[in-house]
């Protein structure tokens, strides 16, 4: 499929019922609600990011060991506040989740909107490359996703207010700290956010099985965003309308798809090859 010749720039709360790996955390920290990363490896990456979003750290007495040691050095040569708790407190906060008796309360920022993500490409001295996650489910794919972003260096994710899984501590956990550092903006009305992207000369990408071109036969170059679709349903009716182009992943074995995190660093990464020639 070419290219069309438009101009392009150079640029809250769950319902009850929702499954509780998808709530969003209600912790407090004196008396404001707070954002919560654990694990160890998530809690180190945080405090090399953005450690001033720490607003303390708990550490469970068992785990005084040679990593615990590390970790409080991390806190302490950061002036990061923590404390000492037990494994009672930790499991509170944490639920069900391995928590590996580290847990870091973050301050809750305010979610990001349309307006915030349009001033934020404004912004930007380069040519944006832009996530769009239509209606990813699993905190874990979701996880993923942010963490692969980051890695490929993602300008921004854009997530649908409804119909999705929130970042909640269980994403911040498998995205390792990259929640804290990529752009998230989460959106009213998906279809319209892809158009208002597309006026601003950004060339959208959809990833789904019913394209006739393979994604190495798609043009990722200049200012791009490609459009994931969540598990088993794909990218939505609506949403594959406001495509420019539409791709696919050739397929070789017996597996006739991949899971939408791993599809997620594929096209990511064949974007990232594309872009670094021009």
Request: with cysteine.
């Amino acid at each position: 499929m070419r290219r069309k010749s438009r101009k392009r720039a150079n640029t809250g709360s769950q319902d009850s019922s929702q499954p509780s790996r998808n709530r969003v955390s209600h912790a407090s920290y004196e008396g404001e609600p707070v954002d919560l990363s654990y694990g160890f490896h998530s809690v180190e990456s945080l405090i090399e990011s953005d450690g001033k979003q720490i607003l303390e750290v708990i550490i469970v007495q068992n785990r005084l060991d040679q990593r615990g040691k590390k970790l409080i050095e991390m806190l302490e040569n950061s002036q990061i506040r923590y404390r000492i708790g037990d494994k009672e407190e930790a499991d509170e906060y944490a639920g069900a989740a391995v928590h590996q008796g580290v847990i870091a309360l973050i301050k809750r920022q305010p979610q990001a909107n349309e307006t915030d993500l349009h001033n934020h490409l404004d912004s930007l001295q380069h040519s944006p490359l832009i996530l769009v996650l239509d209606q990813i489910q699993d905190p874990h794919n979701l996880g993923a996703c942010i963490r692969t972003a980051d890695g490929a260096g993602v300008d921004a994710i854009v997530v649908p207010k409804n119909g999705a899984c929130p970042v909640n501590q269980t994403v911040r956990k498998v995205a390792a700290g990259a929640a804290n550092r990529i752009r998230i903006f989460y959106v009213t009305n998906l279809a319209r956010t892809l158009d208002e992207l597309r006026e601003k000369g950004v060339w959208v990408t959809g990833a789904t099985d019913q394209a006739d071109q393979s994604l190495y036969q798609s043009d990722f170059k200049g200012s791009v965003a490609i459009a994931m679709g969540s598990e088993g349903k794909g990218l939505r009716r609506l949403t594959l309308e406001k495509c420019d182009q539409l791709a696919s992943i050739p397929m070789h074995g017996s597996v006739s798809s991949l899971n939408v995190s791993v599809a997620t660093g594929v096209f990511l990464f064949e974007a990232t090859r594309q872009r670094a020639l021009e």
